[in-house]
């Protein structure tokens, strides 16, 4: 896999660095801030694809050393968990990166139950809050981008940060569409912060694996931190406590309340959907601690149960809440 061109561009406002990766351009771009034309940031992306195509990722831009010396344990336990051969990165030359003159902090945030704990919980300042676009909602997608927009404003200026909107269209990539997401977001998330590091020097990734419910995942305690570099630090953060646990921590903080957003599947404009599973479960666990009814970015609990039996009980983790409800009730 050879990765070549890194170019970056300001053209109508907007930041853009771009990469040419097996003869098809990815970019990252934004409007808020001037990103650095990271090889780091396309190596973290493309890591793992190129492990699971079993090629080398060759790249003509120096490494850094730092970075390239972490992969090594990112290919041991890619190895261990799927399997992957562990074929390190190759380069033309090393060099180390020179290390932001700011020592601000910048936490990834889609304004689900994970990113409220690490905002709430983190227990340093959180400088800059970064929504990347074109994760779950598509890099295109301006009316959901604009509805959360101005959430993800409202949340911002309670804690004196900046926000960040970070578009890419790396999911299009025809190899993103050979892997599951799950196995390749991780490096994709650490790449948000290698391009941002002109303006922070550590960036926080969000738990969604917990240690005691441990399983292989794409951003994952064992990995995170290791997609370091000389001038940025990446801090997994929140894997000592489970997402309900969280959730039921942060649930009666008035900022959550109002801007608690966790729906994937976009069926609506303006936020949750109330309907899908991923909104179900978070209104259950939500309802277990006497919270739901505060919450009007939910449908309240007068159709909850209704709504769990009209989903397809995939997994025996519907069915336990499904009893539990109807047991509470």
Excluded at 4 to 12: E, G, H, K, L, V
Excluded at 66 to 94: D, F, G, H
Excluded at 159 to 172: D, M, Q, S, V, W
Aim: aromatic share 10%; glycine share 4%.
């Amino acid at each position: 896999m050879h990765i070549s061109r890194i170019t970056s561009s300001f053209d109508n406002q907007v930041h853009r660095i771009s990469a040419t990766v097996m003869g098809t351009e990815v970019w990252f771009e934004s409007p808020d801030v001037e990103l650095r034309p990271s090889a780091e940031a396309f190596a973290s992306a493309f890591l793992i694809p190129s492990l699971h195509i079993a090629e080398a990722l060759e790249i003509d831009q120096p490494l850094d050393p730092v970075w390239l010396s972490n992969i090594k344990n990112i290919l041991s336990v890619a190895s261990e968990w799927w399997a992957y051969p562990e074929i390190p990165p190759r380069t033309s030359s090393v060099n180390p990166l020179i290390k932001a003159a700011s020592c601000k902090t910048g936490l990834s945030f889609s304004g689900g139950a994970d990113s409220f704990y690490s905002l709430l919980r983190y227990g340093r300042k959180i400088d800059y809050l970064v929504f990347i676009q074109g994760f779950d909602m598509r890099w295109d997608d301006n009316s959901r981008l604009e509805a959360y927009r101005e959430s993800l404003n409202r949340v911002a200026s309670q804690f004196g940060a900046k926000t960040i909107i970070l578009r890419t269209n790396i999911k299009e990539h025809p190899l993103f569409n050979e892997i599951s997401w799950a196995v390749t977001h991780g490096g994709v998330l650490t790449a948000a912060g290698h391009l941002l590091s002109n303006v922070i020097d550590n960036f926080v990734i969000s738990s969604s694996i917990s240690k005691e419910r441990d399983q292989p995942w794409g951003s994952h305690w064992r990995i995170d931190e290791h997609w370091s570099s000389s001038n940025l630090r990446i801090t997994h953060f929140g894997a000592e406590v489970q997402r309900n646990e969280k959730l039921r921590m942060i649930a009666s903080e008035p900022l959550v309340r109002s801007n608690l957003r966790v729906c994937w599947e976009n069926r609506t404009d303006s936020g949750n959907c109330s309907v899908c599973e991923k909104c179900i479960r978070t209104r259950i666990t939500l309802m277990m601690a006497g919270e739901l009814e505060n919450y009007q970015v939910f449908q309240g609990p007068a159709s909850l149960v209704e709504d769990i039996d009209n989903i397809p009980c995939s997994s025996g983790k519907m069915i336990i809440f499904d009893k539990a409800v109807k047991d509470k009730n």
